[in-house]
């Protein structure tokens, strides 16, 4: 399959060298120059509509313990736990990993960084905007808007990093990051997991009670 896709991606890149050499030379630049300044501008406004939301300690806000109808003692604590654990430590952990995904992606077509060293510096970047997500959302916001948008900085500065050619040959080797898919999935899963049990805790102990958290991120 991988074999399939290199050749694929070699017969894509050699269509397009001999289309674009059959142009003038000023025509060239334009393309490749139109190309790439698409491909900055989706990971621009990607960015921007989502590092907000993505900084928020609750994402989801699904309030699924409205469902929890049983008037049993045992039952309320039961289903409430259920739903608390479906809620934070399985479907908020895949939308994270859905914007970690996303955010790879773009950093493959926009650096020639190894997927690898790629795949732990988009991983290290989630991870401390989620952390810093329970301590204040807005520390968290500077820090999903500020990263992403200061290797889009360095990638622009960097010598000969930006060409269509190569946007091409990254995007055909997108199957291999799903050969580390659930490695960087549990990674996420456990970090929030450990987010939470340390805010339970915090909340159980006294140490600070939710409702004035929230008071303070709304002043």
């Not at 992606?105 to 401390?128: E, G, R, Y």
């Not at 929030?192 to 805790?201: D, S």
Request: proline share 3%.
């Amino acid at each position: 399959m991988s074999e399939m896709l290199t050749s694929f991606s070699s017969s894509l890149i050699l269509i397009y060298q001999e289309f674009l050499s059959s142009l003038p030379f000023w025509a060239q630049n334009f393309i490749n120059l139109f190309f790439i300044s698409i491909v900055i501008v989706i990971y621009a406004i990607f960015i921007w509509n989502f590092y907000r939301w993505v900084a928020k300690k609750d994402i989801l806000k699904l309030n699924l313990k409205k469902y929890n109808k049983t008037q049993h003692p045992f039952f309320i604590k039961f289903l409430a736990g259920l739903f608390y654990f479906i809620e934070y430590l399985v479907i908020l952990p895949l939308v994270v990993f859905v914007w970690f995904f996303m955010f790879t992606f773009f950093l493959m077509l926009l650096t020639d960084i190894p997927l690898q060293t790629l795949l732990v510096i988009s991983a290290t970047i989630i991870v401390a905007i989620r952390m810093t997500a329970y301590y204040r959302e807005d520390l968290s916001k500077d820090l999903a808007k500020l990263l992403p948008f200061t290797l889009l900085g360095v990638s622009i500065t960097q010598t000969g990093t930006f060409s269509f050619t190569k946007i091409i040959s990254q995007i055909f080797t997108i199957p291999e990051f799903f050969n580390h898919i659930i490695v960087y999935l549990l990674f996420i899963m456990i970090i929030e997991f450990i987010l939470r049990a340390i805010e339970f805790i915090f909340i159980a102990s006294g140490i600070y009670e939710e409702k004035e958290e929230e008071k303070v991120k709304t002043e």
